[in-house]
C-alpha cells in the first residue's frame, strides 16, 4: 500500500516563497497550476473580500477531498495577488477604485480539472459563497522575475518595489507583465509591521 505524503510547496520552491528580506534575486518561476479570481477595485471592497473567500474555500475544499480519498494530503498555500491598471504603465497608487487584480492560490501538480469540479460542486453545496461562479483553474507560466520578501505595512512597500525595479534594470533586464505580491502574513493576525510580502516583478 503506498503511503500518502504531505506536500508543501513553500518547503520545495523554497527559492520562490521564501526569499532573501536584504536583498533582491532574479528567479525562473515554473508553470503551475492556480485558482484564480480576477476583478477590480479596491483591496478592501466587497468583491476582493469575496474573491479571497471563495478561494480559500475552495482551496480547503480540494485539500481535504484529496486527503479524504487516500490521495496526497498538502499544505494550503499563501494568496497571490497581481495587480494592474487597464490602458496605462503607470500603476497610480491612490485610484484604488480603478485597479485591476488576479487573487490566485497555487495547486500541486496532482490536483485536476476533474477534482477542481468535484469540489466547485461540494462547495456550491455545502455553502454556495459569493462569487463562486468566478473562480477558475489555470495554468499560469510567469517565467523570469525579480523578487525579494519585504516585511511591513502594505502602505509603505513603495521604497521597496522602486528599489527592486531599480535592482532589474541594474541587472540588464525590463520590467514585463503584472506587478506580482504573495502574502505570506495575515493582517487580521499580525501586526502591519511584522508582514511579511514577497513582491515580485517579471522581467524579460
Request: aromatic share 10%; glycine share 6%; hydrophobic share 35%.
Amino acid at each position: 500500500m503506498v503511503t500518502a505524503v504531505k506536500i508543501d510547496l513553500t518547503r520545495e520552491l523554497k527559492e520562490l516563497y521564501k526569499p532573501s528580506a536584504k536583498k533582491p534575486a532574479i528567479v525562473d518561476v515554473p508553470e503551475m497550476n492556480f485558482l484564480m479570481v480576477d476583478g477590480s477595485g479596491a483591496p478592501e471592497s466587497q468583491g476582493f473580500q469575496e474573491a479571497c473567500n471563495v478561494l480559500y474555500g475552495m482551496a480547503y475544499t480540494l485539500k481535504f477531498m484529496l486527503k479524504k480519498a487516500g490521495r496526497n494530503d498538502y499544505k494550503v498555500m499563501p494568496l497571490e495577488g497581481l495587480w494592474w491598471m487597464k490602458g496605462t504603465r503607470d500603476f497610480d497608487v491612490k485610484a484604488r477604485d480603478d485597479w485591476q487584480w488576479r487573487v490566485m492560490i497555487v495547486q500541486p501538480d496532482e490536483v485536476t480539472q476533474e477534482d477542481f469540479k468535484q469540489a466547485k460542486a461540494e462547495l456550491r453545496e455545502k455553502k454556495d459563497p459569493p462569487g463562486l461562479e468566478k473562480i477558475s483553474f489555470r495554468r499560469f507560466a510567469e517565467g523570469r522575475a525579480v523578487q525579494i520578501m519585504y516585511v511591513g505595512p502594505y502602505s509603505d512597500e513603495g521604497p521597496t518595489i522602486m528599489m527592486l525595479h531599480q535592482y532589474a534594470a541594474d541587472n540588464g533586464f525590463r520590467l514585463s507583465g503584472k506587478h506580482h505580491e504573495i502574502y505570506m502574513g495575515d493582517p487580521r493576525r499580525s501586526a502591519p509591521e511584522k508582514l511579511k510580502t514577497i513582491i515580485r516583478q517579471p522581467v524579460r
